[in-house]
């Protein structure tokens, strides 16, 4: 029976897990997915976007009639708009000039206000998105910054609930749990609660673009949206993200571009699980560290969003070819052959 909720607010968290049979078949671990587009705004990040608001309502950072503030355009935009308008906030996402209009045309439906500013002018500027989402903060009276990226109550919702629920989905036998790193709250703070439950056993590997500087690459450009770590050489302060703590995670797989795009396309053929394209960086790498693995051992892949929002991208084929990322037929070919 499913469950009849009071608020959407409590229709987050407590996503399923989906058994990969068919992209796992012939291995001996098996491999579950947990399906974080089930949450109600669509992505996990409506668990951090949660747990920041009441945070700040408990530390008296925002109280009633404030304004919450943040540069995003995404998952966690959605997230804060949907938390924040429940809960009576006024909400401003600050959007780059050069993000998609779809993604700022949701916000709004959602009942963001939505400013727009450049990201490809150098950080000083004053006309730089994140100065002028500062600036926001600054002139409006009760204004609020989530700032997803150094806040620690976004690792703290993986670790009061994601970490919880795959432990108790998997009555204890989860051994690996593989998840992309973008802010590194999910990784973080699930990867700490398994490995404190199971007292240290599981194993938790980051999924990275191949050459994000997570796993340790060069930080020259990927495609996969939303996840790994580069310097903006005349921008970013020389450090990781607070919501990222390195010691939570103990090995990386890099994964190239092309195959975590066709491994998001076998998901939705295969699986039924249509997926945005940091999940097929995640699944690609647990499928690669299950391979390792033998039959006592289980693995737990997070899937942060849904493939709704890149219908015009990873699962267009005019756009797979346009990019190289498929050569003919369905490019499958040469996953298969690798594996
Ligand atoms: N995938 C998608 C689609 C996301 O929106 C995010 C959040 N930026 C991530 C992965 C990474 O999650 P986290 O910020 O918790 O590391």
């Keep these: 029976m499913a469950a009849v909720h009071e608020s959407v607010l409590d229709a987050i968290g407590g996503t399923p ?9 012939g291995l001996a671990a098996p491999v579950y997915a947990k399906a974080e587009f089930f949450n109600v705004g669509g992505s996990v990040k409506d668990r951090a976007a949660l747990s920041m608001v009441l945070a700040a309502e408990r530390e008296g950072l925002l109280k009633p009639g404030g304004t919450i503030v943040e540069a995003t355009s995404g998952n966690t935009g959605i997230g804060l708009t949907i938390v924040g308008r429940q809960r009576g906030y006024r909400v401003i996402a600050g959007v780059s000039d050069r993000s998609a209009a779809e993604k700022s045309d949701i916000l709004r439906a959602y009942g963001a206000e ?17 100065n002028v989402v500062r600036r926001l903060v600054a002139e409006i009276p009760g204004a609020w910054l989530a700032d997803q990226y150094d806040n620690p109550a976004n690792p703290d919702a993986h670790l009061r609930t994601t970490g919880p629920e795959i432990w108790e989905q998997t009555a204890g036998r989860v051994t690996h749990f593989v998840a992309g790193v973008g802010t590194g709250g999910s990784i973080t703070g699930t990867g700490e609660y398994l490995k404190r439950v199971s007292g240290g056993a599981v194993r938790v590997v980051g999924a990275d673009p191949e050459s994000s500087m997570y796993g340790g690459g060069d930080g020259s450009p990927w495609y996969v949206e939303s996840i790994g770590h580069f310097l903006h050489p005349e921008t970013v302060e020389d450090r990781w993200p607070k919501a990222y703590r390195a010691e939570a995670v103990d090995t990386f797989e890099c994964i190239p571009d092309r195959e975590s ?6 998901l939705a053929r295969e699986e039924g699980i249509l997926a945005g394209p940091s999940s097929g960086t995640a699944v690609a790498a647990a499928l690669r560290v299950a391979r390792r693995l033998g039959p006592d051992d289980l693995v737990v892949v997070l899937l942060p969003d849904s493939g709704r929002s890149y219908l015009s991208k990873v699962h267009s084929d005019a756009w797979m070819r346009q990019w ?16």
């Design 261 to 266: 795009l066709l491994t998001a396309r076998r």
């Design 114 to 130: 939505v400013v727009t500013a450049a990201t490809s002018v150098p950080r000083e500027d004053p006309s730089h998105l994140f």
């Design 324 to 339: 190289g990322f498929l050569e003919d037929g369905d490019g499958l070919r040469p996953l298969l052959d690798a594996a």
């Design 17 to 25: 897990l989906f058994r990969l049979a068919r992209l796992g078949a």
